[in-house]
């Protein structure tokens, strides 16, 4: 993660970056935000930091929010 930031590829400060103990693993489906494919250059962006191993154990819910994040 502090490689990224160093190099440009996370933009947010780190306190701000998320993981996936920040996003709930019960989440039901409808009330996932929808991801927005048309942000306007200045809107704000999240990071989203997962470890291959963290991703073997996400559940669906967990997985439509990290799909969510833009």
Known sequence: ??????VGIITN???????LDDL???MPLD???VYNP?????DKVSS???SGSEMMTMTESQWA???AVS
């Open 48 to 50: 989203l930091v997962l």
């Open 65 to 67: 929010q990290v799909l």
């Open 13 to 19: 400060p780190i306190s701000a970056v998320k993981h």
């Open 31 to 33: 009330q996932v935000p």
């Open 1 to 6: 993660m502090a490689i990224a930031h160093q």
């Open 24 to 26: 709930p693993m019960d």
């Open 38 to 42: 048309d942000k306007e250059l200045g």
